[in-house]
């Protein structure tokens, strides 16, 4: 029956909404560290997505690392350690790069430094997507569990309708919401973690505090770089890729965290659920090319018509 | 065409062409038919550059989606060819109408949005038509031949006809950009580029501007990629509207050097062959190199040298020795002073005007007015809401309450430029200035915000150095003046504009006593002008000697308005400035 | 404890300070009066490291300060309350608080330190919980300088706390730092546009115009001294 099928693929919607829509979450929670918080915007967060994710199918698949820990625990072990690695990746990108066009040395000017970082990240989004592609290949690969291809069956729930909690994208879905808790209480509760909202708040008064605010941005974009390369390797899990995936997410991860409101982590991840349940929502009538041209059409509303989100403060508009 | 120009212009012509001839001349020589492609992509990309130059170079909205139109102009090409027969020739022309017809339907809801906001959201369209063109099944579209009728189908059996048509292209992108650079339209846009507000209030219509930078940008687009889809033959989606062909604007432009004319050449020509040719021959061990090459060659000139080689090479070989030849002109007389309808009655009635932020009234209840020739010094202490008085009054904020008129007429609610036009003229506390354009530049600013027309902005411009002094260094530089020079011309610039009223911020803050005393002589020879002069200081020993009267702020409500001698002995303000304990001490 | 001797500053070819000589005694009071521009943030600003100076030197108990970095000089001892209060907008007071006690010193006495604050301060402890951006100027102006002293400094610097305030609730930080003064015995280095409130606290005053030190002296010396009004008013001759 028609109102069977619309139901299970409501249903399925939604569930595919929460669960990817908090990976998603997690992914713009980087974004809001850089951009939300420390007004850093850099166009390559997309690519260090796309790191986390082959540091992840490296460590698991392709290099064996982690394959002692089977193929059950190991792509979810493996998508938290690309955490530390694409941290440290973004740390040495700050030090050397991002650093010259932000924090203190711009703080004045009359665009923030955003002008630089713009062209600044571009280089490096290109420079990390071609060399990506150099070092990868451009065949699409993806981490190997069976997990991705078993689901939980719920129902059935109204006549035959069934709902699939397809079990690769629900455990992601855990880990996704535990690292965000981990991080969010990391930032709320440690001495290092309110050095940093100091840091970004305040730079000048920090440093009156002792608090040395270039090595504090520098872990903050770090901690940025890592968290969404922990989405990325979560990802990985149910989606093949190849070194140009990071574009794509580019525009869901930045209307994530405008729609969230800047300056706020929770409103990242909220923003980022949001954008993710928007995008499954729209698979119900819309084909698949055309999904990522309606996230386009949702960031352009939102940045021109609420773009200080539904958490946040003021932004840029003339 | 701005005064001055003309030798520049004259120099880039004829270096346009030997560099023209002597590129065509080279094609000669080059058999290889991969080469000869190279040497057609060079002005292509160029060409690309080039457009992309007027919007985001001198306008400085950062663009990163100009693939919109490029790709706009091969799809029309490209379509047009397949389905209606039509000739490539015309097909450019028609893709350059339709990417003029985009810049228009972009532009009017993506320039609310400045910054980064503005660069992203350009961003999203090239992309989102892609996947539009991608869901419409066009995959790949290839250009059929036409043996029939080659010439007209723009098809040559020598390679090197190509290479002439796009020199040509490229030629006629290049002079439409030297038109711009020398007249006014590229005044206002590096105006726009190096502090929006400050151009508003020199009265240029910015969102008019940028706007237009942006339609000539797209309609230039255009043209290039009509041209590289008859070229290359096929055109896929990713191929004109992916990222890398946006990319690739930015990267040739902003190596060859921002806000010039030979910047986006001189960044094809260099860029251009040396990552096609490290494709060529690398490109199936490194894959993609391409875009590392560009990608470290923006991070390269970011970091070393931000406005590109050109400016680099420019600054250090070619600086300017002496001072350009200086125009002839003799100053004009002040311009007679409208006799205000209303002899006696103020020029400028301020009455209850307000204004908070969030629960802080900044400016509470101020009521003053200025007769016409006087000059009202705005003193107050630290926080007092002086500047937020002049952005009320200069429509860069708006006011909760209250009204001020301008020899009666309403200036509040209207847009910074408008109230320019009225006849209000505003220097700000930081001076900017364009410091590689001469002075006369720098000042012309002013006069075009008024609305002068070419001839009359010029003769408004050289009254206004000579009422400032600076007649002689008109020709300067601006990046070679001192402190005080500069805060002279900012104020040279204020007057260009040929206003009834100044509102002058600061002006004397950090000059030495002898700086302050010439500006001083300045501000007192416009007042027996007849120049209506309110400013804001802290210098109080200057304001004691310039200042007709005072009207002192203190946590945004007039505390006290008066002869300078007769305030500063006033209780309230000694109290306001010394404390009440000084005060009830001295009385004690 | 803090000695500086002729200090040039320049913003962008601008003169900040010319030749600025003065010094904080350990335990006493001293007072930097002036009217507005005169240079006295840049002053501090210096001493905290934030600006670079052209020439002069400065000595904190003995050791060349300028050799540290920026955020080095929190670590040593010195406290600096900001103009403007500068808080962190989106932390809670608490938070500021803690921020405050950074250093080693502060982290080390922080129960006895956090007691002392919120018996100067009561609101602060009300207030623990909300957001420091939505407390009122005054609010603000008591937790910038509990931040300040949550570090347990040696020096206390305070750059025109009653800057915005109404009348009566500067009088009370006045009140408030003279306590810290008297009960503490801490080192003060005072920043003021309010001439007499900051001058009969204080046991020393300088008078800074136009990046010169003009006066000095003991506060009752200077307090009738004609002088400090015409420098302030602009009726000084050349």
Redesign the interface.
Same mark, same amino acid.
């Given at each position: 029956m028609d109102l069977e099928i619309l139901i299970e693929n409501v249903l399925n919607a939604i569930t595919a909404g929460i669960t990817i829509g908090c990976i998603y979450g997690l992914m713009c929670i980087g974004l809001g560290l850089i951009f939300g918080i420390m007004r850093i915007v850099n166009f390559a967060q997309g690519e260090l997505l796309m790191l986390g994710m082959f540091a992840s199918f490296y460590l698991v698949t392709g290099g064996k690392v982690l394959s002692f820990l089977g193929p059950y625990w190991g792509p979810f072990v493996g998508a938290i350690c690309a955490g530390p690695l694409i941290f440290a990746g973004g740390a040495l990108l700050h030090k050397f790069l991002i650093s010259r066009v932000s924090g203190l040395r711009t703080a004045g000017s009359l665009d923030e430094g955003h002008y630089g970082q713009l062209i600044v990240t571009l280089g490096i989004s290109l420079i990390l997507q071609n060399g990506g592609q150099i070092l990868f290949g451009s065949t699409p690969v993806a981490v190997r569990t069976p997990l991705s291809a078993e689901a939980y069956l719920v129902g059935p729930v109204y006549g035959a309708a069934t709902v699939f909690l397809n079990k690769a994208k629900l455990i992601a879905f855990f880990v996704a919401i535990l690292v965000a808790i981990v991080l969010y209480l990391t930032l709320e509760y440690t001495r290092l973690g309110k050095a940093l909202r100091a840091a970004a708040d305040n730079p000048t008064a920090a440093t009156y505090m002792g608090i040395e605010v270039d090595t504090a941005y520098r872990i903050a974009f770090g901690l940025g770089a890592g968290i969404t390369a922990i989405a990325g390797g979560l990802m990985a899990t149910y989606i093949s890729f190849g070194p140009f995936v990071g574009f794509d997410y580019v525009i869901i991860m930045y209307s994530g965290v405008v729609l969230g409101g800047m300056g706020s982590i929770l409103g990242a991840f909220w923003g980022g659920l949001t954008v993710g349940f928007v995008q499954q929502f729209s698979a119900l009538i819309l084909p698949p090319q055309l999904q990522n041209a309606a996230i386009f059409v949702v960031f352009l509303m939102i940045v021109l018509l609420r773009p200080q989100g539904l958490f946040g403060r003021s932004a840029e508009r003339a | 065409m701005r005064q001055g120009t003309g030798p520049q212009l004259r120099r880039n012509l004829t270096a346009l062409a030997v560099v023209s001839v002597a590129y065509l001349m080279f094609t000669i020589f080059v058999t290889n038919s991969y080469y000869q492609l190279i040497l057609t992509m060079v002005p292509v990309w160029a060409l690309f550059g080039v457009s992309w130059n007027i919007l985001s170079g001198y306008g400085g909205q950062?663009s990163?989606g100009h693939a919109s139109f490029f790709g706009i102009g091969a799809y029309t090409v490209t379509l047009t060819v397949v389905y209606w027969g039509l000739s490539p020739w015309l097909g450019i022309l028609l893709g350059m109408i339709l990417g003029g017809l985009a810049a228009i339907a972009i532009g009017t809801?993506t320039?609310? %949005?400045?910054? !980064?906001?503005f660069?992203?959201?350009m961003?999203?369209?090239p992309?989102?038509i892609l996947? *539009?063109l991608?869901?419409l099944g066009f995959q790949e579209i290839s250009i059929p031949m036409h043996r029939g009728n080659p010439v007209a189908f723009m098809e040559f059996s020598e390679p090197r006809v190509y290479t002439l048509i796009a020199v040509c292209l490229l030629v006629g992108g290049v002079l439409v950009s030297l038109v711009v650079e020398s007249s006014r339209f590229g005044l206002a846009l590096l105006a726009i580029r190096q502090?929006e507000l400050a151009a508003e209030a020199a009265g240029i219509n910015t969102?008019q501007w940028k706007m237009r930078s942006l339609v000539v940008s797209g309609m230039l687009a255009a043209v290039a990629g009509g041209f590289y889809a008859r070229v290359l033959l096929v055109v896929t989606p990713d191929s004109v509207f992916g @990222?890398?062909v946006s990319?690739q604007a *930015? *990267?040739v432009t902003?190596f060859g050097g921002v806000a010039s004319v030979w910047g986006p050449l001189i960044g094809a020509a260099i860029l251009v062959p040396l990552a096609e040719t490290l494709q060529a021959e690398l490109g199936t &061990?490194?894959?993609? $190199?391409?875009?590392?090459v560009?990608? *470290?060659? $923006? $991070?390269g000139i +970011?970091?070393l040298s931000?406005d590109g080689l050109f400016w680099t090479v420019r600054d250090r070989w070619f600086r300017q020795k002496t001072a350009a030849p200086v125009p002839d002109l003799m100053p004009m007389s002040p311009p007679a002073r409208p006799v205000s309808a209303h002899a006696g009655a103020p020029l400028l009635k301020v009455e209850n005007l307000s204004r908070a932020f969030g629960g802080l009234k900044a400016v509470s209840e101020v009521s003053f007015s200025i007769a016409e020739g006087e000059i009202l010094g705005i003193i107050g202490?630290?926080?007092a809401g002086k500047t937020t008085l002049f952005n009320v009054l200069n429509g860069v904020l708006s006011p909760d309450e209250g009204s001020a008129r301008l020899a009666g007429q309403q200036m509040l609610g209207r847009k910074t430029f408008e109230v320019c036009r009225m006849g209000v003229g505003r220097t700000f506390q930081v001076v900017r200035s364009f410091p590689r354009l001469p002075v006369l530049d720098n000042v012309i600013v002013g006069a075009y915000g008024a609305g002068l027309s070419d001839r009359d902005a010029i003769a408004s411009a050289v009254r206004a150095l000579h009422q400032v002094g600076l007649q002689d260094e008109s020709g300067v530089a601006a990046g070679q003046l001192t402190?005080k020079q500069l805060r002279l011309m900012e104020l040279a610039r204020a007057l260009a504009g040929n206003p009834r009223l100044l509102l002058l911020d600061e002006t004397l803050?950090?000059?030495?006593?002898e700086e302050c005393d010439g500006v001083l002589k300045v501000l007192a020879r416009l007042r027996e002008q007849g120049m209506t002069i309110c400013i804001i200081e !802290?210098? @109080? !020993?200057? +304001? +004691?000697r310039l200042a007709d009267r005072f009207v002192v702020l203190d !946590?945004g409500r007039v505390l006290a308005t008066g002869l300078p001698r007769a305030v500063?002995e006033d209780t309230s303000v000694?109290e306001a &400035? %010394?404390?009440?304990?000084?005060?009830?001490?001295?009385n004690a | 404890m803090l000695e500086v001797k002729d200090l040039s500053v320049a913003y962008g070819g601008l003169r900040a300070l010319t030749n600025v000589t003065l010094s904080v005694a350990e335990g006493r009071f001293v007072t930097l009066v002036g009217p507005n521009g005169a240079g006295k943030s840049t002053l501090f600003k210096t001493i905290s490291g934030v600006v670079p100076p052209v020439s002069g030197t400065i000595t904190f108990r003995g050791e060349n300060l300028l050799s540290r970095r920026a955020s080095d000089r929190a670590h040593v001892g010195i406290a600096h309350v900001p103009e403007g209060r500068q808080v962190f907008k989106t932390l809670t007071v608490r938070e500021n608080l803690e921020m405050g006690a950074y250093p080693k010193t502060g982290r080390a006495q922080w129960t006895q330190t956090l007691d002392r604050i919120q018996t100067l301060f009561p609101i602060l402890a009300e207030r623990a919980g909300q957001l420091a951006g939505t407390l009122s100027g005054g609010e603000q102006q008591m937790l910038a300088i509990g931040r300040g002293l949550a570090g347990a400094p040696r020096l206390l610097m305070l750059d025109e706390p009653s800057m915005g305030l109404a009348p009566s609730v500067a009088d009370m930080i006045f009140d408030r730092i003279s306590q810290i003064h008297r009960e503490d015995g801490l080192t003060i280095l005072l920043v003021e546009q309010r001439v007499a409130e900051a001058l009969e606290r204080s046991d020393h005053g300088y008078v800074l115009e136009t990046g010169h030190i003009v006066l000095e002296g003991p506060y009752e010396t200077l307090l009738n001294d004609d002088r400090v009004r015409r420098s302030y008013l602009g009726l000084t001759e050349a």
């Amino acid at each position: 029956m028609d109102l069977e099928i619309l139901i299970e693929n409501v249903l399925n919607a939604i569930t595919a909404g929460i669960t990817i829509g908090c990976i998603y979450g997690l992914m713009c929670i980087g974004l809001g560290l850089i951009f939300g918080i420390m007004r850093i915007v850099n166009f390559a967060q997309g690519e260090l997505l796309m790191l986390g994710m082959f540091a992840s199918f490296y460590l698991v698949t392709g290099g064996k690392v982690l394959s002692f820990l089977g193929p059950y625990w190991g792509p979810f072990v493996g998508a938290i350690c690309a955490g530390p690695l694409i941290f440290a990746g973004g740390a040495l990108l700050h030090k050397f790069l991002i650093s010259r066009v932000s924090g203190l040395r711009t703080a004045g000017s009359l665009d923030e430094g955003h002008y630089g970082q713009l062209i600044v990240t571009l280089g490096i989004s290109l420079i990390l997507q071609n060399g990506g592609q150099i070092l990868f290949g451009s065949t699409p690969v993806a981490v190997r569990t069976p997990l991705s291809a078993e689901a939980y069956l719920v129902g059935p729930v109204y006549g035959a309708a069934t709902v699939f909690l397809n079990k690769a994208k629900l455990i992601a879905f855990f880990v996704a919401i535990l690292v965000a808790i981990v991080l969010y209480l990391t930032l709320e509760y440690t001495r290092l973690g309110k050095a940093l909202r100091a840091a970004a708040d305040n730079p000048t008064a920090a440093t009156y505090m002792g608090i040395e605010v270039d090595t504090a941005y520098r872990i903050a974009f770090g901690l940025g770089a890592g968290i969404t390369a922990i989405a990325g390797g979560l990802m990985a899990t149910y989606i093949s890729f190849g070194p140009f995936v990071g574009f794509d997410y580019v525009i869901i991860m930045y209307s994530g965290v405008v729609l969230g409101g800047m300056g706020s982590i929770l409103g990242a991840f909220w923003g980022g659920l949001t954008v993710g349940f928007v995008q499954q929502f729209s698979a119900l009538i819309l084909p698949p090319q055309l999904q990522n041209a309606a996230i386009f059409v949702v960031f352009l509303m939102i940045v021109l018509l609420r773009p200080q989100g539904l958490f946040g403060r003021s932004a840029e508009r003339a | 065409m701005r005064q001055g120009t003309g030798p520049q212009l004259r120099r880039n012509l004829t270096a346009l062409a030997v560099v023209s001839v002597a590129y065509l001349m080279f094609t000669i020589f080059v058999t290889n038919s991969y080469y000869q492609l190279i040497l057609t992509m060079v002005p292509v990309w160029a060409l690309f550059g080039v457009s992309w130059n007027i919007l985001s170079g001198y306008g400085g909205q950062l663009s990163f989606g100009h693939a919109s139109f490029f790709g706009i102009g091969a799809y029309t090409v490209t379509l047009t060819v397949v389905y209606w027969g039509l000739s490539p020739w015309l097909g450019i022309l028609l893709g350059m109408i339709l990417g003029g017809l985009a810049a228009i339907a972009i532009g009017t809801p993506t320039f609310r %949005l400045r910054g !980064h906001y503005f660069a992203l959201s350009m961003l999203a369209y090239p992309l989102a038509i892609l996947y *539009v063109l991608q869901y419409l099944g066009f995959q790949e579209i290839s250009i059929p031949m036409h043996r029939g009728n080659p010439v007209a189908f723009m098809e040559f059996s020598e390679p090197r006809v190509y290479t002439l048509i796009a020199v040509c292209l490229l030629v006629g992108g290049v002079l439409v950009s030297l038109v711009v650079e020398s007249s006014r339209f590229g005044l206002a846009l590096l105006a726009i580029r190096q502090n929006e507000l400050a151009a508003e209030a020199a009265g240029i219509n910015t969102r008019q501007w940028k706007m237009r930078s942006l339609v000539v940008s797209g309609m230039l687009a255009a043209v290039a990629g009509g041209f590289y889809a008859r070229v290359l033959l096929v055109v896929t989606p990713d191929s004109v509207f992916g @990222m890398l062909v946006s990319a690739q604007a *930015v *990267v040739v432009t902003l190596f060859g050097g921002v806000a010039s004319v030979w910047g986006p050449l001189i960044g094809a020509a260099i860029l251009v062959p040396l990552a096609e040719t490290l494709q060529a021959e690398l490109g199936t &061990y490194l894959p993609g $190199i391409q875009g590392v090459v560009y990608g *470290v060659a $923006i $991070i390269g000139i +970011m970091l070393l040298s931000p406005d590109g080689l050109f400016w680099t090479v420019r600054d250090r070989w070619f600086r300017q020795k002496t001072a350009a030849p200086v125009p002839d002109l003799m100053p004009m007389s002040p311009p007679a002073r409208p006799v205000s309808a209303h002899a006696g009655a103020p020029l400028l009635k301020v009455e209850n005007l307000s204004r908070a932020f969030g629960g802080l009234k900044a400016v509470s209840e101020v009521s003053f007015s200025i007769a016409e020739g006087e000059i009202l010094g705005i003193i107050g202490p630290n926080g007092a809401g002086k500047t937020t008085l002049f952005n009320v009054l200069n429509g860069v904020l708006s006011p909760d309450e209250g009204s001020a008129r301008l020899a009666g007429q309403q200036m509040l609610g209207r847009k910074t430029f408008e109230v320019c036009r009225m006849g209000v003229g505003r220097t700000f506390q930081v001076v900017r200035s364009f410091p590689r354009l001469p002075v006369l530049d720098n000042v012309i600013v002013g006069a075009y915000g008024a609305g002068l027309s070419d001839r009359d902005a010029i003769a408004s411009a050289v009254r206004a150095l000579h009422q400032v002094g600076l007649q002689d260094e008109s020709g300067v530089a601006a990046g070679q003046l001192t402190n005080k020079q500069l805060r002279l011309m900012e104020l040279a610039r204020a007057l260009a504009g040929n206003p009834r009223l100044l509102l002058l911020d600061e002006t004397l803050a950090g000059l030495g006593r002898e700086e302050c005393d010439g500006v001083l002589k300045v501000l007192a020879r416009l007042r027996e002008q007849g120049m209506t002069i309110c400013i804001i200081e !802290h210098t @109080m !020993h200057a +304001m +004691m000697r310039l200042a007709d009267r005072f009207v002192v702020l203190d !946590h945004g409500r007039v505390l006290a308005t008066g002869l300078p001698r007769a305030v500063v002995e006033d209780t309230s303000v000694i109290e306001a &400035y %010394l404390g009440k304990k000084w005060l009830a001490r001295q009385n004690a | 404890m803090l000695e500086v001797k002729d200090l040039s500053v320049a913003y962008g070819g601008l003169r900040a300070l010319t030749n600025v000589t003065l010094s904080v005694a350990e335990g006493r009071f001293v007072t930097l009066v002036g009217p507005n521009g005169a240079g006295k943030s840049t002053l501090f600003k210096t001493i905290s490291g934030v600006v670079p100076p052209v020439s002069g030197t400065i000595t904190f108990r003995g050791e060349n300060l300028l050799s540290r970095r920026a955020s080095d000089r929190a670590h040593v001892g010195i406290a600096h309350v900001p103009e403007g209060r500068q808080v962190f907008k989106t932390l809670t007071v608490r938070e500021n608080l803690e921020m405050g006690a950074y250093p080693k010193t502060g982290r080390a006495q922080w129960t006895q330190t956090l007691d002392r604050i919120q018996t100067l301060f009561p609101i602060l402890a009300e207030r623990a919980g909300q957001l420091a951006g939505t407390l009122s100027g005054g609010e603000q102006q008591m937790l910038a300088i509990g931040r300040g002293l949550a570090g347990a400094p040696r020096l206390l610097m305070l750059d025109e706390p009653s800057m915005g305030l109404a009348p009566s609730v500067a009088d009370m930080i006045f009140d408030r730092i003279s306590q810290i003064h008297r009960e503490d015995g801490l080192t003060i280095l005072l920043v003021e546009q309010r001439v007499a409130e900051a001058l009969e606290r204080s046991d020393h005053g300088y008078v800074l115009e136009t990046g010169h030190i003009v006066l000095e002296g003991p506060y009752e010396t200077l307090l009738n001294d004609d002088r400090v009004r015409r420098s302030y008013l602009g009726l000084t001759e050349a």
